[in-house]
């Protein structure tokens, strides 16, 4: 994709989230170098193990909301806990977060059909504290994509388009034929999309090389990715 500078990256994670490996300020030291102008921290929620407690979330209002020229939103990577649609927080810790990201992690889920998974992930949509929705093609539900983008498209949820887990390391096989699947419905509703570097080291900020080739090879509008237009894309998730 020719001429795609990215100016935003929301899904990145520290080491407090238990498996990452760069301090908050190293993480906002490395968006600055890298001319990021938004980044969003999403510790991982309380179902992941070894994550941050929720004394942490609680304790952010000391946290400078810019660093070295970029404005930080600190959140959280909340789990959809199973096909109800159940997350990891209540209302108080939701309360604490700059920015909320919700995904199916396999270690925290509880799967039931394609159906009642779509319908649980939907119900995540449709929350209006919910900003995004993290991988949902990374292959760990089974799902129906265009029954999530049609809800999106009307909540003002954004779907991500998840760098990390189209990583051949993650042995995740079903992550790029799904993302393209995604990505082709996304086009075909005019549904804006989200990149995620889902960085868990600072080297990893706003590194989208495994989903360009994707967006190549669906000829996915730019106009429709947000990453490098801030400004709108704080305004579609209402954080303006």
Same mark, same amino acid.
């Given at each position: 994709?020719?001429?795609?500078?990215?100016?935003?990256?929301?899904?990145?994670?520290?080491?407090?989230?238990?498996?990452?490996?760069?301090?908050?300020?190293?993480?906002?030291?490395?968006?600055?170098?890298?001319?990021?102008?938004?980044?969003?921290?999403?510790?991982?929620?309380?179902?992941?193990?070894?994550?941050c407690g929720r004394l942490y979330f609680k304790n952010m209002i000391v946290i400078p909301r810019e660093m070295y020229g970029v404005r930080l939103?600190?959140?959280?990577?909340?789990?959809?806990?199973?096909?109800?649609?159940?997350?990891?927080?209540?209302?108080?810790?939701?309360?604490?977060?700059?920015?909320?990201?919700?995904?199916?992690?396999?270690?925290?889920?509880?799967?039931?059909?394609?159906?009642?998974?779509?319908?649980?992930?939907?119900?995540?949509?449709?929350?209006?504290?919910?900003?995004?929705?993290?991988?949902?093609?990374?292959?760990?539900?089974?799902?129906?994509?265009?029954?999530?983008?049609?809800?999106?498209?009307? /909540?003002?949820?954004?779907?991500? %388009?998840?760098?990390? @887990?189209?990583?051949?390391?993650?042995?995740?096989? =079903?992550?790029? &034929?799904?993302?393209?699947?995604?990505?082709?419905?996304?086009?075909?509703?005019?549904?804006?999309?989200?990149?995620?570097?889902? /960085?868990?080291?600072?080297?990893? %900020?706003?590194?989208? @090389?495994?989903?360009?080739?994707?967006?190549?090879? =669906?000829?996915? &509008?730019?106009?429709?990715?947000?990453?490098?237009k801030p400004d709108q894309l704080l305004d579609f998730i209402g954080l303006a």
């Open positions: 994709m020719k001429n795609f500078k990215p100016l935003a990256d929301l899904h990145t994670h520290t080491i407090v989230s238990g498996h990452a490996y760069s301090s908050l300020q190293e993480m906002a030291h490395a968006a600055s170098e890298k001319g990021i102008e938004i980044l969003g921290v999403t510790e991982h929620g309380p179902a992941i193990p070894n994550t939103l600190l959140g959280a990577e909340l789990n959809i806990l199973n096909y109800r649609g159940d997350l990891d927080a209540d209302e108080k810790l939701m309360d604490m977060l700059d920015l909320r990201i919700a995904g199916i992690h396999s270690v925290c889920w509880e799967g039931g059909t394609k159906q009642q998974n779509t319908e649980g992930v939907i119900r995540v949509i449709n929350n209006p504290r919910i900003h995004i929705i993290s991988h949902p093609a990374d292959g760990s539900a089974d799902l129906d994509f265009e029954a999530l983008v049609l809800a999106a498209k009307k /909540a003002q949820t954004l779907l991500e %388009i998840n760098s990390h @887990s189209l990583n051949p390391a993650r042995h995740k096989t =079903t992550a790029r &034929p799904n993302n393209i699947e995604l990505l082709r419905l996304c086009k075909k509703h005019d549904m804006p999309v989200i990149l995620g570097s889902d /960085a868990h080291i600072s080297f990893q %900020i706003a590194d989208y @090389s495994n989903v360009l080739p994707l967006i190549d090879e =669906t000829d996915f &509008p730019q106009e429709l990715i947000l990453n490098d």
